[in-house]
Structures are given as C-alpha cells and as structure tokens.
T-cell receptor
Framework: ETGVTQSPTHLIKTRGQQVTLRCSSQ?????VSWYQQALGQGPQFIFQ???????GRGNFPPRFSGLQFPNYSSELNVNALELDDSALYLC???????????????FGPGTRLLVL | GENVEQHPSTLSVQEGDSAVIKCTYS??????FPWYKQELGKRPQLIID?????GEKKDQRIAVTLNKTAKHFSLHITETQPEDSAVYFC????????????FGRGTSLIVHP
C-alpha cells in the first residue's frame, strides 16, 4: 500500500450542497493530483497542485477548486453539487518532474461521494 | 490534448493463458506510460511503467512494449492467475512541466480457474 491517505472514505450529500475532501501525500512527495472516477471509467484528471499552486487543470468547471498546504497535503472542494458529481474521487501524490523525472503517481484509497 | 484509447474493454482468459491489452495515444510528445491495476473497491496501483527511450520492459510475468512510431503500447501478462483478475488502466503523460496523465477507459480482465 502507498502512504497516501484520504478522508472521508464515504460521503453522502444532496444536490446544491458543498463538499471538502482531504488528501495527505506520501512522505517525500510534493505534488498532488486529483481525479474523478465514475463507475466503469478511467480516472479523469481534475487538477494538480505543486508548491501550493495549481499546476494544471482538466476539463472541470470552476466549482471544483483545490488547495495545497505547506506540508503538501491537499483539499478538493466542490460547490453546488450535482447528481453527476457522484463518483470515486482519487488523489495521487508524486515528486515534481524537476526532482529527477520521478513523476510516477501513487494513489490514495479514494473518497466515494454520492449526491442525492 | 492527449487522447488514449484502450482495447479490449473486457478480456476473459483461462488460468495459465497469456493476456494482452493494447493502448494508443495521440500526442507524440508523450514520454511516460504507466500501467495501473485496480481491484474491485480498491485504489489503482502501479504495476509497471515504460519511458519513451525504451522499447520493452519486463517484471516477472508482466511486460510492456512501446512503439513510438505507431504511438501504441501494450501490456502483456503471461501465465495468468485468478488473482490477476482486475481492471487495468493504461496512461500516457505529456511533458511540458505538468506531467498530467491521460488514462484509458480500462480493461476488465477475468481469469477463470
């Protein structure tokens, strides 16, 4: 198992609510990426954080936002939840490529979000 | 942006047979290709990866091949075992600083005892 942890493991929300998901990166990793994985699909990239700044973003609306803290942990915030936001949310930590090409990402266990 | 196609979506084999999963990518600048295994209800786990300066890499029963000219790469599993049953995802990473992977849609591998 990787050293990446996520909380909570499961969450149920209603449409229109807001949610915050948390991720602690593996020791020595300075980059965190967030993914949305719908049932039966591959992970879809949401955004990546490096040095507390967004370092790339996928095709997700602005109501998906994030933070990275000085200890490299990260949060994913989703506002105005929609039914289609129901999915497994994965974070993955890695070392920024300037660290010698070690860009391999290691995933956390995920947070399963259900929007009713 | 990068586009990754993965085939087949489902693969059923008998224990001991070989399994091959193929992926194609669109961005010729992509230079890193990891493969992940995801068991039901668990996180994706890296099983093998290959960089664009290498044509083939092996790790026990698992191998990956890369054809940069044709922009496709494949995962080969030999002597399959029931515990190999899982969903396998390929991914391609473009350079440019962000190193953001684009994933395929996954292949559900079923190994029958």
């Amino acid at each position: 198992e990787t050293g990446v942890t996520q909380s909570p493991t499961h969450l149920i929300k209603t449409r229109g609510q807001q949610v915050t998901l948390r991720c602690s990166s593996q020791s020595g990793h300075n980059t965190v990426s967030w993914y949305q994985q719908a049932l039966g699909q591959g992970p879809q990239f949401i955004f990546q954080y490096y040095r507390e700044e967004e370092n790339g973003r996928g095709n997700f609306p602005p109501r998906f936002s994030g933070l990275q803290f000085p200890n490299y942990s990260s949060e994913l915030n989703v506002n105005a939840l929609e039914l289609d936001d129901s999915a497994l949310y994965l974070c993955a930590s890695s070392v920024h490529p300037t660290g010698g090409g070690r860009e391999t990402q290691y995933f956390g266990p995920g947070t399963r979000l259900l929007v009713l | 942006g990068e586009n990754v196609e993965q085939h087949p979506s489902t693969l059923s084999v008998q224990e001991g047979d070989s399994a091959v999963i193929k992926c194609t990518y669109s961005d010729s600048a992509s230079n890193y290709f990891p493969w992940y295994k995801q068991e039901l209800g668990k996180r994706p786990q890296l099983i093998i990866d290959i960089r664009s300066n290498v044509g083939e890499k092996k790790d026990q029963r698992i191998a990956v091949t890369l054809n940069k000219t044709a922009k496709h790469f494949s995962l080969h599993i030999t002597e399959t075992q029931p515990e190999d049953s899982a969903v396998y995802f390929c991914a391609a990473l473009s350079g440019g600083g962000s190193y953001i992977p684009t994933f395929g849609r996954g292949t559900s591998l079923i190994v029958h005892p």
